[in-house]
């Protein structure tokens, strides 16, 4: 089946660069599909931080666009996450998700890790 | 971009009660609005996608309703395990952006 899991340091310092890798397990991440990141802060809601599609099209949230950078390497099944210049506002639970071409909905979730922000 | 407000922020219901979740869009989105289901400690789960479809093994009791700027989630007879945080989501064009959530208690 569909399984997604996020890897990736849980204390990042501020000023560096967060970096996250998903890996895609019982699909092929070379499929008709988008790759996406979701992150949700300690008791608040969800945000959309970015998508990928698997052929590597781009597509980020405004608000993140010039820390932000999302790959695809299909040799490894995987894709990733860059955020640089972190703060403590960046402390979230990070989620990697699929979503089909059509429709376009975020239907497998990785399980979350949780990203600190701390010196 | 597209903001998505969700009341009430909070639904005090039992067991067996209707729920009825309201996700409002600030332009339309046509029917391009999702719901998703969180519980404490777990990721979100689709439940709803493009207004009214219900994703693939979700209960009947779970519906969904609505297009352009108003939307609705609703849980016909509440059981234990559908008290969560349910959050609406548009895809009609970049960035996606996701409602507040609506949390339904007992």
């Known amino acids: 089946q569909v399984q997604l899991q996020e890897s990736g340091p849980g204390l990042v310092k501020p000023s560096e660069t967060l970096s996250l890798t998903c890996t895609v397990s019982?699909?092929?991440?070379?499929?008709?599909?988008?790759w996406g990141w979701i992150r949700q802060p300690p008791g608040k809601g969800l945000e959309w931080i970015g998508t990928v599609y698997y052929s590597g099209g781009t597509y980020y949230n405004p608000s993140l666009k010039s820390r932000v950078s999302i790959s695809v390497d299909t040799s490894k099944n995987q894709f990733s996450l860059r955020l640089s210049s972190v703060t403590a506002a960046d402390t979230a639970v990070y989620y990697c998700a699929r979503a089909p071409f059509s429709p376009r909905v975020l239907d497998y979730w990785g399980q979350g890790t949780l990203v600190t922000v701390s010196s | 971009e597209i903001v998505l407000t969700q009341s009430p922020a909070t639904l005090s219901l039992s067991p067996g009660e209707r729920a009825t979740l309201s996700c409002r869009a600030s332009q339309s989105v046509s029917s391009y609005l999702a719901w998703y289901q969180q519980k404490p400690g777990q990721a979100p789960r689709l439940l709803i996608y493009?207004?009214?479809n219900r994703a693939t093994g979700i209960p009947a009791r779970f519906s969904g309703s609505g297009s352009g700027t108003d939307f609705t989630l609703t849980i016909s007879s509440l059981e234990s395990e559908d008290f969560a945080v349910y959050y609406c989501?548009?895809?009609?064009?970049?960035?996606?952006?996701f409602g507040q959530g609506t949390k339904v208690e007992i």
């Open positions: 019982g699909f092929s991440i070379s499929a008709n599909y988008y």
């Open positions: 989501q548009h895809r009609s064009n970049w960035p996606w952006t």
């Open positions: 493009e207004a009214s």
